[in-house]
């Protein structure tokens, strides 16, 4: 069965510090990759998807950037941390076929201080 | 554009009672439609889907939901509310082919669920 992995589950980094969160994705190939924030009070905002290695879509121009470097595998990094940047963010995958639907980590909430 | 709302940000209701979370969609043709739920610290949980058939849809924790394309609203419903649904819902919309690219859902803002005891 698929199952996706996110880490670290929680992380405080002051600003101005650099930051990687990584996504995994097992028992599937070729998955749609997405990278979401979810600020407090607020709802889910796409940040970035990838249809392939190396193939990202950004959909909110912003402080963070994202790359594929491997098939199952997604990271979201930031050089500097903005105050801004605090939420939960989570990483969903899903596939080409007729009854697609995203499947979601558990998550990584980010406080910037 | 696709776009989802979800009218009510936060509703309460008595454990045991009935419970309509309601979700109104604007899409230009037929549209795959989703509801999340969001336990606290969690990640979003597939609660149930609809892609063609049936406009009733049963899924998991006993929850359903019902397609009414004149009306546009795919809303969730459950007869007797627990304790353990306290949580948020996301109701979300698709597109219903595959043009090559990301299948991208947009996701309503959500509607807390606060359940008394």
């Known amino acids: 069965s698929q199952t996706i992995h996110q880490w670290p589950a929680t992380l405080v980094q002051p600003v101005g510090s650099p930051l990687s969160l990584e996504c995994t994705v097992e028992?599937?190939?070729?998955?749609?990759l997405y990278w979401y924030r979810q600020a407090a009070g607020r709802g889910l905002q796409l940040l970035f998807y990838?249809?392939?290695?190396?193939?990202i879509s950004s959909e909110v121009p912003q402080n963070l950037s994202a790359s594929r470097p491997q098939d199952r595998q997604f990271i979201l990094s930031s050089k500097k941390l903005l105050l801004s940047d605090s939420g939960f963010y989570l990483c969903?995958?899903?596939?080409?076929?007729?009854?697609?639907?995203?499947?979601f980590g558990s998550g990584t909430r980010l406080t910037v201080v | 554009a696709q776009s989802v709302t979800q009218p009510d940000i936060h509703i309460t209701v008595s454990e045991g009672a009935s419970l309509e979370l309601r979700c109104n969609y604007s899409?230009?043709?037929?549209?795959?439609l989703f509801w999340y739920v969001q336990s606290p610290g969690q990640g979003l949980q597939l609660l149930l889907k609809?892609?063609?058939?049936?406009?009733l849809v049963q899924g998991i924790k006993g929850f359903e939901a019902e397609f009414k394309r004149s009306q546009s609203s795919f809303n969730l419903r459950k007869p007797s509310v627990h304790w353990s649904d306290a949580a948020e819902y996301f109701c979300?919309?698709?597109?219903?082919?595959?043009?090559?690219?990301?299948?991208?859902?947009?996701f309503g803002s959500g509607t807390q669920l606060t359940v008394l005891p």
């Open positions: 609809y892609f063609s058939g049936d406009t």
């Open positions: 979300a919309v698709g597109p219903s082919y595959s043009s090559g690219s990301a299948r991208q859902l947009t």
């Open positions: 990838s249809v392939g290695i190396g193939q």
């Open positions: 899409y230009g043709a037929t549209p795959y």
């Open positions: 969903a995958w899903s596939a080409l076929t007729a009854n697609y639907g995203y499947t």
């Open positions: 028992g599937t190939s070729n998955p749609n």
